[in-house]
C-alpha cells in the first residue's frame, strides 16, 4: 500500500512540474519584429525606435543587390541577401541614438546609406 502511495505521489508531483513548465513556457511572449528593406541606398523604414532591454527581431531583406548592416554599439554586423531574410536578434542594453551603416559596398552611394536608431527608457 505504501508502495502505491509513492507512485501516486510522484506522479502527481510529476504531473504539477510539467504543468508549471507548460504554464510558463506558453505565457512567454514572441519577440517584436521589425521588417527592414535594403535598396540602393536606403534603408526602409529608415529610422526605428526600440525600448531598452527589450529583446527584437530585425527581419533584412534587400530588393536588389547583397548590403550589409553594421551598427556597433548594439553588436550588429551582417550581410542581407538578395531572395533572402536574415534575423538579426538585438536586444539594445543603453538608450540613446545609434547608426546603422551598410557593411557591403553597393555602388557610389553606399556611404550615405544609414540607418537611424532610437534605444528609449
Known amino acids: 500500500m505504501k508502495y502505491i502511495r509513492g507512485i501516486i505521489l510522484a506522479t502527481v508531483v510529476a504531473m504539477a512540474i510539467v504543468s508549471a513548465v507548460a504554464v510558463k513556457t506558453g505565457s512567454a511572449e514572441e519577440p517584436r519584429r521589425i521588417e527592414i528593406v535594403a535598396s540602393k541606398f536606403s534603408y526602409a523604414p529608415s ?3 526600440l525600448k531598452k532591454g527589450e529583446t527584437v ?4 531583406s534587400t ?3 547583397t548590403h ?11 550581410d ?7 534575423e538579426i536578434v538585438v536586444t539594445p542594453k543603453q538608450a540613446g ?3 546603422g551603416k551598410c557593411a557591403h559596398f553597393c555602388g557610389k552611394g553606399h556611404g550615405s546609406m544609414t540607418l537611424q536608431i532610437n534605444v528609449v527608457e
Open 97 to 99: 541614438h545609434f547608426v
Open 47 to 49: 529610422e526605428i525606435t
Open 80 to 86: 542581407i541577401a538578395k531572395g533572402r531574410n536574415t
Open 57 to 60: 527581431v530585425l527581419v533584412l
Open 68 to 78: 550589409g548592416l553594421k551598427i556597433d554599439a548594439l553588436g550588429v554586423k551582417s
Open 63 to 65: 530588393t536588389d543587390v
